[in-house]
Every structure is written in C-alpha cells, then in structure tokens.
C-alpha cells in the first residue's frame, strides 16, 4: 500500500521529487551554504511527501523541482516534527 | 585635514527589552511629584509640580536645572509618582493572568512536576540554540498541562480557578461557589513568590523582568519634551493629553493617601484605589476595552500613551519608520518635450532656495567666491558657508558678501544654488515601485512648474491633471552618486517586474510615429531639415526616393537615420489584423515591421515597436543590445522628431470624423431591434415555461444570461460594424489600432451604441418595486427597462439612458476607491513580509537570520530587470547575430554540439543548454557560429545575473503589488462553462497572499483516466460519482401529519439525471430509531418514538446517497481534445479516491488542501500557478521569480503561512519590526516580558533606529579622500594616528 501510494504522489504534475539524503550529502549541502539545518526551509513529517519517502525528523530531503526559470532546480527541505 | 575623515558614529547593537522595577524607577526618577499643578500664576513651573525644572524645560533660552543643557541639548529627565495602593499594568494584565494559573496559589511553582519542569527546560535551552527563540507553542503547552493540576504536585495545595475580566480585575472562584477579588497586592504577593528558575520555563527573562514588576508601585513621569503645554496665540497655556492624566492620577494617589493615613473605612480605600486604577489603566492605554475612555473637556477622548504609538499616525509608522525632511521641493509638474529623458525642468525659484553642499578647492575657488558674492537672491548664488570650524554663515543676513568671498579659503564648504547638471531625485506619490522614485538631472527653467520628459510619465503614473511631485536634494557626495549611477530615469527604461521597457513612446508620439512611417507619407527637403533639426540630428541626409519633380523622402527614411546602424528585427506591429494568412512582407497594412541594418525597410512604427510597457519591441531591443545610453539618446530623438511631425502635420479626432453613413446606422438599427425581438421571445418563452434551464440555474436566472449574451452580442456586432465602416484614415481608427489611446469598445461606444450598463455584473434591476424607474411596467425585463442603451456619444442619450449610464459609472467610481485601498494595503504586507530579503554572494536568498529562503534565487540566479523578458539570455537573437558575422558552412554534427554542451553544462542551466541545443540544430549552425555562440551565451548568462546584496524581496513585493492597482475588482471569470463563476483579480491574488484557509469559490478540475476521457458519456459517469447527491436532490419530501412520518416522493426524472439507483437510495435511508418502508415511488421513514418530526425531515433531506461531500455541481466540459470535469467546491482528498480520474493531474484551488494531500512542495506550485494565473488573465505581465519569492516565503516553515500579522510578518525577528507593521503594543509587552534582544538585521527596524539598512548599497562602505596630498602630509596624517 505504501509502495503504491509513493509513486502516485511523486507522478502527480504538482509534486516535485523527494530524495532523502544520507549524512554524508547532508554535510556537503551543509558545508557549502555554511548552514546549520534549522537554516533551511523546513518540511514537516507529517508532510505527505517526506512521509512517502519515510523521512525523519532531522533528515534533510533534497527536492528536485520542474522549473519554469531554470528547467530544473534542487532545493533543500530540513524535516522537523509535526 | 586628515585623507580619511572618518566621522565619528555609533553604532546600536540592539535594544534589550524589559520592565522597570520599582527601584530602578526610583533611581531613574530627578524629582518626585507631588503636586498635581503645573505653573503658578507667573507661568513659573511649580517645584514637585508635573512641570518641574529638573524635568526639562520648554522655555527657548532657559537652562534645564537636572543637566544645565538648554531645551535643544537637554535629553529631559524622568520623575515618579509614589503609588499609596499598587496598581495592575493594563498591558501586561494578560500576562498576568497566564502567571496566575500556572502557579500555584500558595508555594509559587510551576504546577507540574518536577520532572516535567526539567523536560521543558531542556526542550527550551534547544530551541534558544537553535532558533534563538523558543516557540510560543511551548508555552501553550505549559499552559494546557498545568490545567491537570487542581492540587499543587510541590506543596500539595488545592487550586482556585482565577477568572480575568477587562481590563484590569482578577477573581478566584471559591470551591464553595462565589468569587473572592484579587487585590493587586495579593496578585503582587502571588507574583513574587514565583521562582526566577520557574520563570524561565515559561519563558519570562527573570533578569529584566521579575512579574511583580508588571505591579506599579512607583509610577515613571515622563519628561516634559514628551508632554510639551502649548501657549495659545490668546496666552492662554493648554497642557498635553498626558499632562491633564498625570495630573488626575495625582489627585486621585493624594486624595487616597490622606484617606489611608486618616484610617478611612476599608469600603472608600478600595472605591479610591478602583478609581486610581481606572486613571492609570486609561494614562496607558485610553481605548482598552471594558471601561469609558477618559475625555477631555470638550469631550474628545485623550490621546494617551498607547494611542501615542499606534496605528497610522502613531509614533511607530509615522515618526520612527518615516521621517520629514529637508533639501525638498514640491510643486505641480507639466510636460516639456524639450528636455532630455533623464532632466528635470526645476523652477528658478526652487533652486534658489535648494542648495548643494561643495566643497571648496584650489581648483574652483575662484567660481565659489562668484558664488558667495551673489549670495541667495542672485542666481547662480550660495545660501551658506560652511567655515572648517563648523561655524555656519548665513549669507541671507550677511551685508558684505564681497568680504566673506575674499576669505574663502580651499576647506571650506559652500552651500549653493542648484545648478544645471546637480542630480536630484524626484518622486511621485503612492510610490509603487522603485521607478517612482528616479534620479534626473536638474534644468534650472523659468515659471513655477517641473517639468518632465512626456515618456517618463508611465513609471511614475503621471498625468497634468494637477498632479503634483516631490524632489529631494541629495547632499553628500556618496549619495550623489549613487543616485547617479544606480538610479538615472535611463537605467530604469526596463522594468524588473517583466524585464522589458516600462519607458518608451506613447500617445501622441506613436500616432505621430505611424503617421510618419506610413508608406503614403512623402517629405519635402524642407520638412526633412525641420524634423532632423528638431531631433538634433547631426550626419548626412539620406538620398531621396522620390528625384523629380521635387525630391522627397519617405518617413521610414528619416526614423531610420535613429536606428543604430547593424540593428536587424522583424516583428508585427500593433495594426496587425491577424489575418489567417499572414502575406509578411506583402502585407496590406504593411504590419511586418523589417529592418535591416538599421535601416526600417517595411512596416509601420507604432506601439508595438517603439511603445511603453510593451516587451520584445524594437525599442527594448536597442535598450538591451546597445545599453540604456543609446536606448535614451533614441527615445530622446525619437520622440522630439515625432512632436515635430505631428505639430506640422495636425492631428486632431474631429466630431465629423464619428459621423456614420446612413447606410451602417441602418445596419446597426437592425441589429440592435433584431436582438430585441429576440430577447422579447425568450421572455416569452419564459413565461411559457419553455424557455430551457441551464444546468444549475434558476428558469430566472437562465433568462438573465440568455437575455445579457444576446444583448452583448448585438452591442458588440454593432461596435465592430461601425468599427469597420472608418479607415485608417480616421483619426480615431489610427489611435485605437497603434495602440496610442482608446480602444475599439470606445469607438464603438463613441459612434454605434453604449451598450448594457451594468451593476454588480448584472443587467440593472434595482430602484422601485419590480423595476428601475417609474417609467416601466413592473416586471418589465425587456432591454430598455433594464440598462440598455441603444444611443452612442455622439448622439447623446435621453434621459432615462442617461440615468442608467450615471448608476453604472458611479459603481465604477466606487470600485476604484475600493480597489486603490485594498491593493495599497496588500501591497504594504507584501512589502513587509519581503523587505528583509537579500541575495547573498552565494546566490541563496536569505532572510535577516540568514536562515535560507531560496537556494538559487529564481531558480536560475537572473535578475527579471536584466533578463529578456524573463529569459535569461535571448539565444535566437544570439544566433541571428552570429550568422551575419559567420555566416555559411556546414552545419556541426549532433555530437559535436553535444560534447561542447556537456563542457558548459555546470555554467548554465538546463533550459538554456536544451535551448541552445534545439536552436542551434535548427539554425543549423557551423561549427565555426557554434563555438562563437557559446562563449557569448555564457557572457550574457553571467551578466544576466543578480547582484548580490540586492533587495530581491522588496522588487518582488513591487511587482506584485503595483499592478494590483490596474486589476479589475468584481470580475467573475467563468471556467470553461459559462454559469460557473470563479472569483478572479485582486480578490482572488489577495485571497492567495492571505493563505485564506478557504477559497471563497472552491473549484477542482479533474482530468480523468484514458478510458474516460475520450466521450461525454464515459465522463458524465465520473461525475455522477463525484457530485454530492443528498435525498432532496432526488426526491420531494415531506411531513405526513396522519402518520407521524416522513414521506419521500421519489422524482424518477432526478433519479435518471442524476445517475442514482434504487440500492444506492436504499442505503443511505437508514436512520437510527425509524422505520423505512419502501414502496415503489415512496419511501416512508417513521420514527420508532414520537421525536420531532421536523428534525427527522431535516436529517433525511440531508442524507446523502453518493458522491463526495464538498462538490456542490459538476460540469463535464471539453477541453484541449479531452473531456474533463470542472467542479464547483473541492475536496482533494476524497476526489482522488474516485475511480476513473487521472490522480496525477487532478488539481484544486484550495491549495491549503493541496498542502494536506499531495504535500508543502506541491502547495508552493500551486501557489505559483494560482498567482500567475490571476495576473496573467487579467494581461499583467509579471516575472515568475516574484511570484516564487513569495510562494518560497510562504512555504518556508512546511506549511502554508500568510503574508500577514498571522503569518510572515508576525514571525519576523525583530520585534521593532512587528510593533511597527500592526500589533504594536502587545508586541512590546510581550518583548518585555521575555527579555527579547533585537539586533537590528532587517530593514524597518534599522530605518528605526536610523542605520543603514541590510540591504543593496546599505550594506558598502566607501572611503573616499578629498585633495591631493603630498607624501609628507600623509605621513604626518599616518603619524598622528
């Protein structure tokens, strides 16, 4: 059920791609904006789309946007409880 | 002189907030005040009175007798009051009663355990770390665990509830029932007993702010500067709002004093201590809810110190984040095509009277001393001098200027009249976007007016209907310059909200630019050298086209000696008809606008090549390609050449030239009785009851909307008629068509027929009883007795018309002083959640706590100002060039192209490198073009750019905002189906902004499945499922009296419709406690027990039988060759569930629900398309990156935040920042008692406290040194350092 659902939310046109990343591209995202996590925009657990990839508080989500600028963009959400 | 001069300037780290303690009132306090009087009859302050020498003084030349400073140095100095009683704080009452039920009555602790104390401590000090302030959620949370504890977990104590009521009075409520008042000492008591530790936890600093302080003892009297009494022109003294309530709190303390020392009766002590409460309650805050506001005399109410700080006018918005300034003129402005785009016309008299500071040098000494010797009546004069002491002389009062000319020596600094070539800037209100406020280089011109260059009135939304602007002088030099380089009306032609021209030609010069372009137009040698002339054209004179009998040239010769030569462009100009089969360089109209080299080879020049406003033009080309100077010297020219054109040639919209012939009059009569007869019919019809339902619709109101498209219909066939009966002759025909002025409704309106006026939208009904005017039969619906008006302009309207033209044009007033009100205050909340915003150097997007906002700001690092037309880089116009210089070869191979691209891949984005792939293999490009382009795509990317450190936020709240002025109010935009209404404008962009949790016209659009799509029929089941069926939509329903039941009369054509079956019935009529009995066409339900019946029938008609609660109506409609289902009310959620959708393309406008189901990231597109959406459909061109700024911001914390006092703005670090945009006390208040430091990193709290704002060029440093030095005097400088 799960496995199913996680691919239609990421096929719907509206839902970037959500990509939980490890410790180590956490550190890199990290060190190259010379941020501490609770500096990026934050994502909610709760949030369909950090709970279809089974994110965690703490963890960092790397979301891979369609954009009309750029053609594509990577942002960076930090999840926080709730 | 030093080479440096460093000012000398202190820098505020920040402001900690907190609360005066008794004693540090005391300490504070030079006087006590003890005396409830101000002067003696001598108008000499009283000793111990409230106007106390050692306050301060008033009195121009006396000393104040605390700091012996005179009125303009003195600081002033605070007195007290001893209080007799102790007294509740208004504004910390709340904070009061949250203390009072947390604690307990008796020990002071925190009723939790201690354990639970410990927790949220730690949970506390992380968050501090972290975020640097805990969330108020904590503390909510505190408050509803310690509700648990009606017995003390330290002392073992029973707890009362404690009731609060406005403002100031506090009750516990007895277990035995009734209440017992808490006086302010015992809550003082209770107060004190609270540990500093437990304090913490609830989130009160205990250093800066102990709770008993919130309890006044001791009352601060503020200075005299703060309540100055002013003398009347009658000598009569009349003293400040908080004087008169100082002097009240006075008498009542004395009075209560007395009696307390007299040993009074408890009963008039606590009457006397209400009454002093009451004083010092409306002293802080004279509108606080629950008492009478004290009144002045005349019976005005005081102004007191929380009025002082709040709202508009309040010291917050009006004093401390604007202030009033000097070295500024105002005056009306009037047109001048004589000056130069950037120039400014100022009046003789202005400058005169606005001076620059100058510093006087070896070098122009000479013309200094000329200027000192004029002084200010003569011009070029000097108002002051400025001697290296600082000692200012004021030459206005100076007999011998010649004296003080010959003592001017290099140092000094002379403070003289503007002069031509001084930059100023200039502003017209409401300032909208930045290009309201623009740097011009003065002329200094006769006569009382400024004046302005005709193109730069769209920037400032300027007319000379009376408008009046501002100029400001700037005065140091480093302002100066920035002015000069940054904000020069020539570097503001393209707009940052759509990256194109909002600066270029319009009205009279585009007629003028068509006339003289167009291919009949022929000019003498004469008229050829009084055009050039006027454009101050300098070079040959084209050979003439015409030889004999006399040479002539044509128009597109002389506008083509202002093009720069190598300028090549193709585009259709705003004539265009839009053929089906456009003829290009044969056009007809000749539309297709061909230069070539610079040189206008085909085509007319009119608002789509040269106008303001509009992108792509001719005009933005050469602004963009060959920077802004070339782009001002041309619309300098330009515009100064077609004045002449059109001043020798005459233009003028004549009434003859309105005039139609018999023939389309007849033609338009026709038509307009023709759609009478019909509407006459579907009156008929109506009243026979044949007229046929739209889906969803009342019989009345199906008629209002046939009747209202047959009426639009004729007006319009009528308009185009008389429209297309003038050439392009008609004077009005060429301004409609090149886009000068007006439109074809006006035409239309002007010659044919005015049309519906309408209200609200609707035809007019309103006025008497079943219709608009006496004149009319009641229930009249025809054209006439409804608001239609069959006469144009030119002929004038009777009476009646007349009326009804008057009832629509005043709602368009109304509208409009709606409109201007409601955008102005979103506009204010955009600015205000978005001003801190800045682009760091790493190209993130940051707020002031550097926490990320954007990675990359608009998701490709371009600045809209810089881009084309939102594009980064124009790679066909790249193209375009490079084939002139390289032109031929062979094309390159794919895979040559591709290795190269993988190479730059890291440099651009991935929509520029797809770009340059697909155009550059259909350029078919050689090798040799291919490795010319990228390199210069690269360059343009790269200039292309933002500027770190710029206001990014701040321009996107412009751009969103100013066009909010231009949108329609009340527009209803039907989606896909006529009857379905969809709020639209600002309405709806404010609805957005405000993360309005519901849409107040929710609306889905639901794609369906490849089976369903394909046919009505397969669609129309969809919808079935989806639209919410209830018993009363299928059947009738009523109560049997007989048999104490309910009856319900199934409507077997519903039943058909609306696709529901007997079993689907079946289940849902199942009701607790009744019976139900079906027989074929009638279901009875009777309740078990006598219940009410009524309730029953209510419960039944609601049932619901299928479909998804929430969707009101369903519309299956085709679009784009698939069918789909247009809904009226959402619910995302159970919607996707539906078999036979298309889950991934299924979208609402509600994007809270978005937010819930498909996730944050999926809600920040949907903003970004709803925004868009509303601006596109209303023609407002606005860049996408504005737009994501605010989506980004608004999605920053994972969920849906408003643009607003709830949302963005109210979780602004500063708290100057918040007290200054709405809720301004209770900010303060709760400031106070956490303790709040406010380091000033955002905009509005910096212009606070009056320091460089965090952003853009507030954020440079610049030392700049004056005069040469030799190297010994620098070392002597470095020496004495």
Redesign the interface.
């Known amino acids: 059920m799960t496995e199913k659902k996680r691919i239609?939310?990421f096929?719907?046109?509206?839902?970037?791609e959500?990509i939980l990343l490890s410790k180590e591209e956490v550190e890199a995202v990290l060190e190259?904006?010379?941020?501490?996590p609770?500096?990026?925009?934050?994502?909610?657990a709760s949030?369909?789309?950090?709970k279809?990839i089974k994110a965690q508080p703490g963890d960092v989500l790397k979301?891979v946007?369609k954009?009309?600028?750029?053609?594509?963009?990577?942002?960076?959400?930090y999840v926080?409880e709730? | 002189m030093t080479l440096v001069e460093e000012e000398l300037y202190k820098i505020i780290d920040g402001i900690k907030f907190g609360i005066f303690s008794p004693n540090d009132i005391r300490k504070m306090s030079v006087a006590e005040v003890q005396m409830a009087d101000t002067y003696d009859e001598d108008g000499i302050p009283i000793t111990s009175g409230l106007m106390d020498g050692r306050f301060g003084t008033l009195e121009p030349r006396q000393r104040c007798k605390t700091c012996g400073n005179t009125a303009a140095r003195c600081p002033g100095h605070f007195g007290h009051i001893e209080l007799a009683e102790p007294v509740i704080h208004t504004g910390f009452s709340k904070l009061i009663h949250r203390l009072l039920k947390v604690t307990c009555r008796n020990c002071g602790r925190v009723l939790l355990t201690p354990v639970d104390i410990e927790e949220y401590k730690k949970k506390i000090t992380v968050e501090r770390e972290i975020l640097g302030t805990p969330s108020d959620e904590h503390f909510k949370d505190i408050e509803k665990r310690t509700k648990k504890y009606a017995i003390c977990p330290h002392c073992g104590t029973r707890q009362l509830s404690v009731s609060f009521s406005k403002p100031t009075t506090f009750q516990e409520e007895l277990e035995e029932g009734g209440t017992n008042r808490l006086t302010p000492n015992m809550i003082r008591e209770r107060l004190e007993r609270i540990s500093d530790d437990d304090l913490r936890v609830l989130g009160l600093d205990p250093e800066v702010a102990r709770p008993e302080w919130t309890i006044l003892q001791v009352l601060p009297v503020p200075p005299v500067y703060v309540r100055p009494s002013i003398t009347l022109e009658s000598g009569i003294r009349s003293e400040d709002d908080l004087t008169h309530k100082l002097v009240d709190i006075i008498r009542i303390n004395q009075r209560l004093k007395e009696n307390k020392e007299a040993g009074a009766p408890t009963l008039i002590i606590q009457d006397l201590s209400e009454l002093l409460q009451y004083h010092i309650t409306t002293y802080f805050d004279n509108e606080a809810s629950g008492i009478p506001p004290a009144r002045h005399r005349s019976g005005r109410a005081l102004k007191t110190l929380t009025q002082r700080l709040k709202g508009k006018e309040g010291r917050f918005r009006s004093n401390l984040s604007g202030k009033r300034v000097d070295f500024s003129a105002r005056t009306v402005i009037s047109p001048d095509t004589n000056l130069d785009l950037n120039e400014v016309g100022v009046p003789l008299d202005v400058a005169k009277r606005l001076t620059v500071p100058e510093k006087v040098t070896q070098w122009n000494i000479e013309e200094m001393k000329k200027l000192v010797i004029n002084g200010p009546p003569n011009y070029p004069g000097a108002l002051y001098v400025v001697r290296p002491d600082d000692k200012r002389i004021r030459l206005e009062f100076v007999t011998e200027r010649d004296k003080i000319a010959e003592a001017l020596q290099p140092g000094f600094i002379i403070e003289r009249h503007l002069k031509d070539g001084d930059t100023v800037i200039f502003n017209r209100q409401p300032s909208l976007h930045r290009m309201s406020i623009m740097a011009h280089v003065v002329k200094v011109l006769p006569y009382k007016t400024f004046r302005l260059h005709l193109c730069v009135c769209p920037p400032y939304n300027a007319d000379f209907d009376g408008d009046e602007m501002n100029l400001h002088v700037p005065q140091s030099e480093e302002s100066q310059t920035e002015a000069r380089l940054l904000m020069k009306v020539q570097d503001q032609i393209l707009s940052p909200r759509y990256g194109g021209p909002i600066i270029g030609a319009l009205r009279d010069f585009i007629s003028a630019a068509y006339i003289l372009t167009n291919k009949s137009t022929k000019l003498t040698k004469q008229d050829v050298s009084r055009l050039l002339a006027a454009a101050s054209y300098e070079g040959p004179i084209p050979a003439p086209v015409v030889e004999k009998p006399e040479p002539l040239w044509s128009g597109k010769q002389i506008f083509s000696l202002f093009i720069p030569k190598g300028f090549n462009y193709v585009l259709k100009s705003s004539v265009c008809q839009q053929c089906p089969q456009c003829d290009y360089e044969n056009c007809k109209y000749d539309a297709y606008v061909v230069v070539k080299d610079g040189i206008l080879e085909r085509g007319v020049i009119d608002k789509n090549s040269i106008g303001a406003e509009k992108s792509e033009s001719l005009y933005h080309r050469i602004v963009k390609d060959y920077g802004t100077e070339a782009g001002r010297k041309f619309l300098n020219a330009t515009s100064r050449l077609e004045n002449e054109f059109i001043t020798m040639k005459g233009f003028t919209y004549s009434l003859d030239e309105l005039d139609l012939p018999n023939k389309v009059r007849n033609k338009i009569d026709t038509i307009i009785d023709e759609a009478d007869q019909n509407v006459h019919k579907l009156i008929d019809d109506y009243q026979k009851e044949i007229l046929q339902r739209l889906p969803g619709q009342t019989p009345e109101e199906s008629l209002e909307i046939y009747i209202m498209n047959e009426l639009s219909k004729a007006r319009d066939e009528a308009g185009n008629i008389a429209d297309d009966s003038f050439g392009m002759e008609n004077h009005g025909i060429i301004m409609t068509r090149t886009g000068a002025r007006g439109s074809n409704l006006n035409i239309g309106q002007m010659t044919a027929c005015l049309g519906q006026q309408s209200v609200r939208g609707r035809r007019i009904t309103r006025g008497y009883k079943d219709r608009t005017l006496s004149h009319f039969k009641p229930k009249d619906l025809s054209r006439e007795a409804r608001g239609f008006v069959d006469s144009c302009y030119r002929d004038g309207l009777d009476p009646i018309e007349f009326f009804f033209h008057a009832t629509g044009g005043r709602e368009g007033l109304v509208d409009t002083a709606v409109r201007t009100q409601q955008s102005g205050y979103m506009q204010r909340r955009l600015i205000n959640a978005l001003e801190y915003l800045r682009v760091e150097h790493d190209e993130t997007v940051r707020d002031s706590r550097g926490d990320i906002v954007e990675f990359r700001y608009g998701e490709d690092g371009i600045d809209p100002a810089k881009s084309d037309h939102g594009k980064a880089v124009n790679i066909r116009r790249l193209i375009e060039r490079i084939k002139i210089v390289a032109a031929g070869g062979r094309s390159t191979s794919k895979d040559y192209i591709e290795d190269r691209l993988k190479e730059v891949e890291k440099e651009l984005t991935p929509s520029l490198i797809s770009d340059l792939r697909s155009q550059s293999a259909e350029a078919k490009l050689s090798r040799d073009a291919f490795d010319k382009l990228i390199p210069m795509v690269i360059e343009n990317y790269k200039a292309a750019l933002v500027e770190p450190r710029e206001a990014v936020g701040v321009i996107a709240a412009q751009s969103i905002g100013e066009p909010g002025t231009q949108m329609t109010l009340r527009t209803f935009h039907y989606a896909g189906v006529k009857e379905m209404n969809v709020t639209l404008g600002l309405p709806r962009l404010i609805e957005i902004v405000d993360a309005r949790r519901k849409p107040s016209t929710p609306i889905m659009k639901v794609y369906l499945d490849e089976e369903h799509r394909v046919g009505k029929e397969k669609a129309t089941e969809v919808a079935r499922e989806i639209v919410f069926t209830k018993v009363e939509d299928v059947a009738s329903i009523y109560i049997d009296p007989l048999k104490t039941a309910i009856v319900v009369q199934i409507d077997e054509a519903m039943f058909g419709s609306q696709g529901v079956t007997q079993d689907e019935l079946k289940t849902a009529m199942s009701f607790p406690n009744c019976k139900v009995n079906f027989e074929d066409n009638t279901v009875i339900v009777t309740p078990k027990e006598s219940s009410d019946l009524k309730k029953l029938l209510e419960k039944v008609s609601s049932a619901p039988i299928k479909g998804v609660p929430g969707i009101r109506k369903v519309q299956v409609s085709l679009e784009d060759g698939e069918w789909l289902i247009n809904t009226d009310g959402s619910n995302l959620s159970k919607v996707l569930k539906i078999p036979g959708i298309d889950p991934n393309r299924i979208t609402t406008n509600d994007v809270h629900e978005i937010a819930e189901t498909l996730g944050i990231e999926a809600a920040r597109n949907s903003l970004i398309k709803e925004a868009m959406g509303v601006l596109e459909e209303q023609g407002l061109d606005v860049d996408v990156r504005h737009v994501m700024l605010v989506a980004d911001i608004m999605t920053l914390t994972g969920e849906i935040f408003q643009v607003g006092r709830h949302g963005v703005s109210g979780k602004k670090a500063s708290v100057l920042a918040r007290a200054a945009f709405e809720i301004t006390i209770p900010t303060l208040v709760d400031a106070a008692a956490k303790g709040t430091v406010d380091i000033f990193k955002g905009a509005t709290e910096s212009v606070i406290v009056g320091q460089n704002i965090p952003v853009g060029t507030g954020l440079i440093e610049i030392f700049m040194g004056h005069g040469s030095k030799t190297e010994e005097e620098s070392k002597e400088i470095n020496s004495n350092k």
Not at chain 1, 11 to 16: D, R, S, T, W
Not at chain 1, 32 to 36: E, M, S
Not at chain 1, 47 to 50: K, L, V
């Open positions: 239609d939310l096929e719907h046109e509206l839902v970037p959500h190259k904006y010379r941020i501490k609770h500096q990026l925009p934050f994502i909610k949030d369909p789309g950090s279809a979301i946007r954009s009309k600028t750029a053609g594509e963009a990577i942002a960076y959400r926080i709730g």
